[in-house]
């Protein structure tokens, strides 16, 4: 399997969402390295219009765009991206290392969502749902997808 | 906005999980009622083979169907369904009483999934996503989503 970095704009406040990253993440690391990069989210004024918004999301996007290993493939997570199943998903990161990639770098948005230089220059924009989640659920759902391609592979029975 | 029963096969084991659920439920409870019913999961044989699954799902079908409120709009969770964005579902919700339904019922199979005839006795199959995710964690997203949906309805600007 491919080693994971994930990119993600916020901190998780909420100590159940917290504390199921931290298994799936302990979990995951029975199969590969994983590393986190928390980036700092921008506090919009109250209300904000359009321009505000896309101020901040520029602001976020730069950040992440200098954090982001380099030789990785980079894997956008909208809304508005390609839908695939969990086989899909372990098959295309097993696969990453025959393509020269070591590393995959997951990039979750604020709470407003990414900038569109973030998604447009990563490899691969990856859509879990038509519906809108919190982002700090997008990371546990992230965080279990991943633990869930590493047993798909390895075939432990996890996912049957 | 339309009442909710989950019926949900199983139970949550993890603690992040439960908690997660609870607190969104406490949320969904300033909106409308909600009720919870739990039907306990038939443990399978180690490594069962199609027809020891489809009797164990049968089974366990026989028991969504008879716990469900009379005249309440059934929605199977199902990855097969279909796909709506969390506005979809607010609205289709938020119009359940006009078409004569007081309640929304929705059904959470077991690990293994839900029995055909369940499915096929329900109003309408929704999926979330391609991905396969633990039941425990659909519970979650469920409670999420429905959370969300009352507060589309009620404009309180937490789904932005």
Redesign the interface.
């Known amino acids: 399997m491919v080693n994971f970095t994930i990119i993600y704009v916020g901190n998780i406040k909420?100590?159940?969402?917290a504390?199921?990253v931290a298994?799936y993440e302990k979990r995951i690391k029975g199969f590969c390295k994983l590393k986190n990069i928390e980036i700092k989210e921008k506090r919009p004024p109250d209300e904000p219009n359009e321009a505000q918004i896309k101020a901040i999301l520029d602001a976020e996007g730069e950040k992440i765009l200098s954090s982001i290993p380099q030789g990785a493939y980079k894997i956008a997570l909208c809304v508005e991206g390609k839908?695939?199943?969990?086989e899909a998903?372990s098959k295309m990161l097993t696969e990453l290392p025959h393509k020269g990639f070591s590393e995959a770098v997951f990039i979750i948005g604020s709470?407003?969502g990414l900038a569109d230089k973030v998604k447009s220059a990563c490899d691969f924009r990856l859509s879990?749902?038509?519906?809108?989640?919190?982002h700090r659920?997008m990371r546990?759902?992230l965080s279990?997808?991943l633990y869930?391609a590493c047993t798909i592979e390895a075939q432990t029975g996890y996912?049957?």
């Open positions: 909420d100590k159940f969402f504390d199921a298994e839908k695939v199943t969990s998903l709470s407003h879990v749902s038509d519906m809108t989640f919190p659920l546990v759902i279990e997808q869930r996912h049957k």
